[in-house]
């Protein structure tokens, strides 16, 4: 019981100091402290951890290796784009906009989610053929539908082909031109936070666990009555729809999108930030994105060259440090545990 309040209480103070950081960086990005640069930063940091938690909840907790999870995001980051141009623009599609500019402020979050279902519709999809799969097969399968998603976006002619799309700007500006306020940094930070609560809840829950045991021993799972086909479609489902959701705000924060951004080096951004965070660790996801971010941003000059740095990290990884920087363990368990060596390294220690 002391345990579970103790919990309890470490939760309400995590969120409590999630949302005033929140509070705090809406404000100072309102009072025009925080310049666009800083903004754009903190935005692509928010993405990205949405991005890499949902990865996670496949090759993480479940266990399994999706390489292809950058053509969900390209999904939700489509459907997302075309119905705001729809409601909230003069448009291609329907010519006028269906609803007044100021709706966005309401309506927008709902756009982000329709991107969000579209993309765990095609999780499911891509799933049930690759859960009859395993290992290296199912690797195979989620680049060969990263592939098959991009190379369909590519021939629809309608939604820009190669040309890509773009327009969905304006929904930010007539967002900001009812309200002056950074909406679309107010939205990343909400949708992240949001992310993070129902990944940590779902984990936690009976469900969570059923995903778990699958990572550990699946016939076992399986003896002990958990449906490992549902639980794994569930997984991919909810992964999908939130790298769904991600893509949606991807698209609203850069105002245009085309296939070639969320190509195979999308993916494999993707899982750096998984492993290098450590699987099964959502607060090393968060990590490993501020991390990855940051190092994008310091490499930018770089140019093309990053892509060759990228992988290698990757395979660095591989080689010397799999478990990644917190293995499956959240942040407050890992320095709990590296707080306790030191204090015992401190009372072997010779007194003189």
């Excluded at 053929?129 to 629809?156: G, H």
């Excluded at 449906?227 to 999908?240: E, V």
Aim: hydrophobic share 55%.
């Amino acid at each position: 019981m002391k345990t579970l309040r103790r919990e309890q209480k470490t939760a309400l103070l995590a969120a409590g100091i999630a949302a005033g950081a929140m509070a705090l960086i809406t404000g100072l990005a309102a009072a025009e402290v925080l310049n666009q640069y800083v903004q754009n930063v903190l935005m692509s940091i928010g993405i990205n951890i949405i991005f890499a938690a949902s990865l996670n909840i496949v090759n993480g907790y479940m266990g399994e290796f999706s390489c292809g999870h950058a053509g969900f995001m390209a999904v939700g980051a489509y459907v997302s784009s075309v119905l705001s141009l729809i409601l909230f623009t003069n448009n291609k599609f329907t010519g006028a906009a269906l609803l007044p500019e100021w709706s966005a402020l309401v309506v927008f979050p709902f756009v982000i989610l329709a991107g969000g279902v579209a993309a765990a519709v095609a999780g499911l999809i891509v799933a049930i053929p690759s859960f009859k799969t395993r290992d290296d097969y199912l690797a195979i399968i989620t680049i060969a539908s990263n592939y098959i998603i991009t190379a369909a976006i590519n021939n629809m002619d309608v939604i820009g082909g190669s040309r890509g799309l773009m327009g969905m700007k304006n929904v930010i500006f007539g967002m900001s031109g009812a309200i002056p306020f950074p909406w679309t940094l107010f939205w990343i930070l909400v949708f992240t936070g949001l992310a993070l609560l129902l990944i940590k809840r779902l984990m936690g829950s009976t469900l969570g666990k059923g995903i778990s045991a699958i990572r550990y021993d699946e016939v076992s799972a399986e003896i002990m009555s958990v449906n490992t086909n549902r639980m794994k479609l569930l997984a991919f489902m909810f992964s999908s729809g939130l790298a769904g959701v991600a893509g949606g705000l991807f698209a609203h924060q850069l105002g245009f999108i085309n296939p070639a951004s969320f190509g195979i080096m999308k993916s494999t951004e993707g899982m750096v930030m998984v492993y290098l965070g450590g699987m099964g660790s959502l607060s090393g996801s968060a990590l490993s994105a501020v991390f990855f971010t940051f190092l994008l941003e310091l490499m930018r000059p770089l140019q093309i060259w990053k892509w060759v740095v990228i992988p290698l990290l990757l395979i660095l990884l591989m080689q010397f440090r799999p478990e990644g920087l917190l293995g499956n363990r959240e942040i407050n368990k890992a320095a709990g545990g590296l707080i306790a060596k030191l204090r015992a390294r401190k009372r072997s220690a010779p007194c003189c």
